[in-house]
């Protein structure tokens, strides 16, 4: 079992959609989570970090953390074309230097104009 | 701000060659950066960590004396794939964290695409 698991996609959506991106993960000891956007042949974007379980709102972003249950979801509001990119989530345990990161597979999004 | 850069962005080399890739963090210092490596149509995979003046973390699996890393300075690391293979050829990414800053994230750089032939 993978410790960070994500449906790969593609996931197709109309323009104006609410989108929600999911991970699951199996270790506990994960404390920060992270979502990140990368387009096609470019490095990663950071799109939104929470600490331990709770909301975080940023524009048309939504990340929620549930520990409990060891998900995390990130939606997406009035969904755009250019939202398309794939979502990679991202958690790592507390560190003093540099938190290594665990990735999910990524989802591919697809928003349709 | 919290932008870094990658050099060069695409290389393409023989078989056998060695190969250096640049990570600089533009406007912040970097105590760490990490090197990933990214195959089609798959995530990211942590290759080794890196800090500023002292020897490199790697993953397990990765080969560290193919894969030298220096970290010489808070905004510079580099990654030499030495004697390259057609096998090593993949999308290469760093990031780094900020000194002092918010150490739980990191900043990625535009990659790096390396085809050997």
């Known amino acids: 079992q993978k410790e960070v698991e994500q449906d790969p996609g593609p996931l197709s959506v109309p323009e104006g959609a609410i989108v929600s991106l999911n991970c699951t993960y199996s270790?506990?000891?994960?404390?920060?989570f992270m979502w990140y956007r990368q387009y096609s042949r470019k490095g990663p974007e950071l799109l939104m970090y929470?600490?331990?379980?709770g909301n975080k709102e940023d524009g048309r972003f939504t990340a929620q953390v549930d520990k409990s249950s060891k998900y995390i979801s990130l939606f997406i509001r009035d969904s755009q074309p250019s939202d398309s990119a794939t979502y990679l989530c991202?958690?790592?345990?507390?560190?003093?230097?540099?938190?290594?990161?665990?990735f999910g597979a990524g989802t591919i999004l697809r928003v349709k104009s | 701000g919290a932008v870094v850069s990658q050099h060069p962005s695409r290389v393409i080399c023989k078989s056998g060659t060695s190969v250096k890739i640049e990570c600089r963090s533009l406007d912040f210092q970097a105590t760490t950066m990490f090197w990933y490596r990214q195959f089609p149509k798959q995530s990211l995979m942590l290759m080794a960590t890196?800090?500023?003046?002292?020897?490199?973390?790697?993953e397990q699996g990765v080969e560290k004396d193919k894969f030298l890393i220096n970290h010489a300075s808070l905004t510079l690391s580099t990654l030499t794939v030495t004697s390259a293979h057609p096998e090593d050829s993949s999308f290469y990414i760093c990031?780094?964290?900020?000194?002092?800053?918010?150490?739980?994230?990191?900043?990625f750089g535009p990659g790096t695409r390396l085809l050997v032939l």
């Open positions: 929470t600490y331990s379980s």
């Open positions: 890196s800090n500023e003046g002292s020897k490199a973390t790697y």
């Open positions: 991202a958690m790592s345990e507390l560190a003093e230097y540099g938190n290594k990161l665990v």
């Open positions: 270790n506990s000891a994960f404390q920060y």
């Open positions: 990031s780094a964290t900020p000194s002092g800053g918010a150490r739980e994230t990191q900043y």
